[in-house]
């Protein structure tokens, strides 16, 4: 299985070892600007104590919907499939990447946001298949696109590793910036913003704090630590490698030679078909990174 020698420290992860737990990642591809090409939407979920083995679905939805409009039946998948070695998981935590802060909230028509609907579809999900014994769950947003930049007094770049919590942090929430990582090149390292937006866990801010440091450690593409927690990385590239599942694939002319670029290409075949009925993916290779 690719990436299961890479481990976070000698010790392994305590948050995953003290109590069964599982780690999502969770990310959605989008067209090209201006195309009317469907959007793809990957989550992928833990099935070790060393995030290395990952259970990976993906699913195809409306162009354009940010919300993961599967996931109660996607996580359901991945319960069942963590469940078929592990005892039930007593904790999870949702690493979901993409989500602006206009839906962390209440919609604009009043009802419920993409973050709640998803949050709502996670407790759905494990009631389904764990009973009455739910998991405590902690979801956390985490956002690489952001103005922020850190640097010391003598204008270089922060450690890595450096973690900043207050002061420039928003007053009314639970967020935080991390420089996991070391610039590769010349230039300022990116921080990355993690907002935890739901957690009845309760577990103190440098716990969940050194769990996403842990987890910058584990990306199997990467011999050095990376910006993010590996399981929103290999969300990412699942995401983007669903639609080469597209059964249709060669013989949509919209498709056809998209595997070198970013993202589908617009044009007058576009389809908005949604769910994900055209999205075939081996069951050999969903415990398996085969993304990566």
Same mark, same amino acid.
């Given at each position: 299985?690719?990436?299961?020698?890479?481990?976070?420290?000698?010790?392994?992860?305590?948050?995953?070892?003290?109590?069964?737990?599982?780690?999502?990642?969770?990310?959605?591809?989008h067209a090209s600007p201006?195309?009317?090409?469907?959007?793809?939407?990957?989550?992928? @979920? #833990? *099935?070790?104590?060393?995030?290395?083995?990952?259970?990976?679905?993906? !699913? $195809?939805?409306?162009?354009? +919907?940010?919300?993961?409009?599967?996931?109660?039946?996607?996580?359901?998948?991945?319960?069942?499939?963590?469940?078929?070695?592990?005892?039930?998981?007593?904790?999870?935590?949702f690493l979901r990447d993409?989500?602006?802060?206009?839906?962390?909230?209440?919609?604009?028509?009043?009802?419920?946001?993409?973050?709640?609907?998803?949050?709502?579809?996670?407790?759905?999900?494990?009631?389904?298949?764990?009973? @009455? #014994? *739910?998991?405590?769950?902690?979801?956390?947003?985490?956002?690489?696109? !952001? $103005?922020?930049?850190?640097? +010391?007094?003598?204008?270089?770049?922060?450690?890595?590793?450096?973690?900043?919590?207050?002061?420039?942090?928003?007053?009314?929430?639970?967020?935080?910036?991390?420089?996991?990582?070391?610039?590769?090149?010349?230039?300022?390292?990116?921080?990355?913003?993690?907002?935890?937006?739901?957690?009845?866990?309760?577990?103190?801010?440098?716990?969940?704090?050194?769990?996403?440091?842990?987890?910058?450690?584990?990306?199997?593409?990467?011999?050095?630590?990376?910006?993010?927690?590996?399981?929103?990385?290999?969300?990412?590239?699942?995401?983007?490698?669903?639609?080469?599942?597209?059964?249709?694939?060669?013989?949509?002319?919209?498709?056809?030679?998209?595997?070198?670029?970013?993202?589908?290409?617009?044009?007058?075949?576009?389809?908005?078909?949604?769910?994900?009925?055209?999205?075939q993916v081996a069951p050999?290779?969903?415990?398996?990174?085969?993304?990566?």
């Amino acid at each position: 299985f690719v990436g299961e020698s890479v481990h976070a420290s000698r010790s392994g992860l305590p948050l995953m070892a003290a109590a069964p737990t599982i780690v999502f990642g969770a990310d959605v591809h989008h067209a090209s600007p201006g195309s009317q090409q469907p959007s793809y939407a990957a989550v992928v @979920a #833990s *099935l070790d104590e060393s995030c290395t083995a990952f259970h990976t679905v993906v !699913n $195809r939805q409306e162009s354009r +919907t940010e919300t993961l409009t599967n996931l109660e039946s996607t996580i359901e998948e991945c319960l069942r499939e963590y469940v078929k070695k592990r005892p039930p998981p007593k904790r999870l935590f949702f690493l979901r990447d993409g989500v602006a802060h206009n839906q962390f909230g209440t919609s604009k028509e009043g009802g419920m946001g993409p973050v709640q609907q998803e949050i709502g579809q996670i407790f759905s999900a494990c009631k389904k298949v764990l009973g @009455a #014994s *739910l998991p405590s769950l902690v979801y956390i947003v985490v956002q690489k696109k !952001n $103005r922020c930049r850190l640097a +010391t007094t003598a204008f270089q770049n922060v450690p890595p590793g450096t973690v900043v919590d207050s002061n420039i942090t928003e007053a009314s929430a639970y967020d935080f910036y991390m420089v996991p990582h070391t610039s590769l090149m010349k230039g300022t390292c990116q921080p990355s913003h993690f907002h935890v937006v739901y957690d009845d866990l309760k577990l103190g801010p440098d716990e969940v704090q050194a769990f996403m440091y842990q987890l910058c450690h584990a990306y199997g593409r990467a011999t050095k630590v990376v910006s993010r927690p590996a399981p929103v990385y290999y969300a990412h590239l699942a995401a983007f490698h669903a639609s080469f599942y597209n059964v249709k694939y060669k013989a949509d002319p919209d498709l056809v030679g998209q595997w070198e670029t970013a993202s589908t290409a617009s044009g007058s075949h576009a389809s908005t078909t949604s769910a994900g009925e055209d999205i075939q993916v081996a069951p050999v290779l969903k415990n398996i990174l085969h993304y990566v």
